[in-house]
């Protein structure tokens, strides 16, 4: 009899000791799993550089990938920033704000070929996980004309290995930029630029820079497989650039195609 009491007392406690532990337990393997995510390679030789945003983090822990051959770990950053809203009334008086924190980090990976991996990483005492497909690169565009280069004519396919290209562009004070998408894309943005900026010093420290130019951009609805941008005004006088931004309407990954006109640091 005094057996059979000892065996259930020591049960008994065993239960009480797991009820207690349990829930820590629990806390500390909290998990949250992030959106599925899709990655286009940027040419047939090149890797793919991606980065994770962690709101509030100021420290990341166990970055891991379960497929390092197809995406590896490359560590992170901090950003810490935090603003203050200083308010002034009609007659001159301030009032502040309380103090907002905005810190965050960005996780990095590396894309390095065809294949899928899932990737996490720890922010206090929460996993996030994310699953990533990395595709091969392709071309998604069909047509590319850009008014004063290749005498306006179509250079998509310049595009056949890579997603950037370095041309030569007559003079003009106007730019029109067509894009048509390959078959199973589709375009959201069009951006056409010819800033420019120059370092500002005062001695020997840099105070920041000056920009000249101008830069245009445009948004285009869901299923936009032809699209145009016209810039005006243009200056040929100096470096400049066209981005269009498509997606894949199959899996929803993004490729963004560069070509930069009369760049010599690109040539």
Excluded: C, H
Excluded at 84 to 92: E, F, L, M, Q, V
Excluded at 110 to 120: A, C, D, R
């Amino acid at each position: 009899m005094n057996n059979v009491f000892k065996r259930i007392f020591t049960i008994a406690i065993g239960l009480v000791v797991m009820l207690s532990v349990s829930p820590g337990l629990i806390a500390q393997a909290a998990t949250k799993t992030l959106d599925t995510e899709t990655y286009y390679l940027r040419s047939t030789t090149s890797t793919e550089f991606i980065s994770i945003y962690a709101a509030g983090a100021r420290s990341v822990k166990n970055i891991k990938s379960t497929n390092k051959k197809v995406v590896k770990p490359d560590g992170y950053q901090v950003y810490v920033e935090t603003s203050r809203r200083i308010s002034t009334d009609s007659k001159g008086k301030e009032s502040k704000g309380d103090l907002e924190d905005n810190t965050y980090s960005n996780v990095y990976f590396i894309g390095l070929k065809e294949g899928q991996s899932t990737i996490s990483y720890t922010v206090g005492k929460t996993e996030y996980k994310k699953k990533i497909y990395i595709k091969k690169y392709v071309n998604p565009l069909k047509t590319l004309t850009i008014s004063n280069v290749n005498g306006g004519k179509n250079i998509a396919g310049k595009f056949k290995k890579s997603n950037n290209v370095s041309l030569k562009g007559k003079t003009a004070n106007k730019l029109k930029v067509t894009a048509v998408a390959a078959n199973g894309w589709e375009i959201e943005r069009i951006t056409a630029s010819d800033l420019q900026y120059t370092s500002v010093k005062k001695g020997n420290v840099y105070w920041g820079t000056n920009q000249v130019g101008n830069e245009f951009y445009r948004y285009f609805k869901a299923g936009t497989t032809n699209a145009t941008l016209n810039m005006s005004p243009y200056s040929a006088s100096r470096p400049g650039s066209v981005s269009v931004r498509l997606r894949n309407k199959k899996n929803n990954g993004t490729l963004t195609v560069y070509t930069y006109i009369n760049d010599s640091s690109r040539d």
